[in-house]
C-alpha cells in the first residue's frame, strides 16, 4: 500500500497516536487499501454512530413510495451492509442485498449488479445504479446499468467519468428522474 494512501486515509483519524498505530499495522500486515479503509471506516463508526449523506435516505424513501425496487448491492461483507441499514433503519425500503463477498468477481467486475437486476427480476439496462466510487461506477458501467455517480465533497474526489451523470446532492432526486435515464 503506497505510503501517499495510507496518510490520505489515516488523516481521517483525530489522534496521532490513533493515526501511528494503523500505518505501522498497515505496512507491518499488507494491508491491501480496502482493508486499511474497512478498519478506519469501522473504528470511525464505533466512534461517531453511521452518518448518511445529507438527502439520501428521504430520497431512497421517495423512490420506494413511488414503487421502484430496490436493491443494496456493495463490496462490504454483508453483514456490514445489515449493521448500517439497521442502524440507518432503512431496511424496509429494499428487498434485497448482495455483498461483493456474494459473487464470483467484486467491483469493478460488473457481477454484482447483474446478481441484484436478476434478483429484482429486472434487465440491466433497466437499471439506475448509485455509486460514489471509481470502481462502483465501472462496475455499472459493465453492467450495462446506467449509473449516478455521487461525487462525495466530504472525500477526495474519485474518478467518476463512466457514470451517466455526476451529482453532488440527492435533494432534487426522485423516481422520476431515474426514469428519466433510462428513457
Not at 31 to 37: H, I, K, V, Y
Not at 45 to 68: K, S
Not at 111 to 116: C, H, M, S, T, V
Request: proline share 7%; hydrophobic share 45%; net charge negative.
Amino acid at each position: 500500500l503506497p505510503w501517499f494512501h495510507i496518510v490520505t486515509l489515516l488523516t481521517q483519524l483525530a489522534s496521532p497516536g490513533e493515526r501511528a498505530w494503523y500505518a505501522v499495522r498497515a505496512v507491518q500486515l499488507g494491508w491491501s487499501r480496502p482493508t486499511l479503509e474497512l478498519h478506519i471506516r469501522n473504528r470511525l463508526m464505533d466512534e461517531d454512530g453511521l452518518q448518511p449523506i445529507p438527502g439520501v435516505i428521504p430520497f431512497i424513501a421517495r423512490l420506494h413510495e413511488a414503487g421502484v425496487p430496490l436493491a443494496i448491492a456493495s463490496s462490504s461483507p454483508l453483514t456490514d451492509i445489515h449493521k448500517a441499514v439497521k442502524a440507518l433503519d432503512i431496511e424496509k425500503y429494499f428487498s434485497y442485498f448482495v455483498s461483493g463477498e456474494s459473487v464470483a468477481h467484486s467491483k469493478p467486475a460488473p457481477d454484482i449488479f447483474l446478481d441484484a437486476a436478476e434478483n429484482l427480476n429486472a434487465k440491466p439496462e433497466n437499471c439506475v445504479v448509485i455509486e460514489d466510487s471509481k470502481n462502483g461506477v465501472a462496475s455499472a458501467h459493465a453492467a450495462g446499468c446506467k449509473c449516478i455517480g455521487f461525487r462525495n465533497l466530504e472525500f477526495p474526489p474519485q474518478d467518476l467519468s463512466l457514470a451517466t451523470v455526476i451529482i453532488t446532492d440527492f435533494s432534487d432526486l426522485d423516481a422520476a428522474y431515474c426514469r428519466a435515464l433510462i428513457g
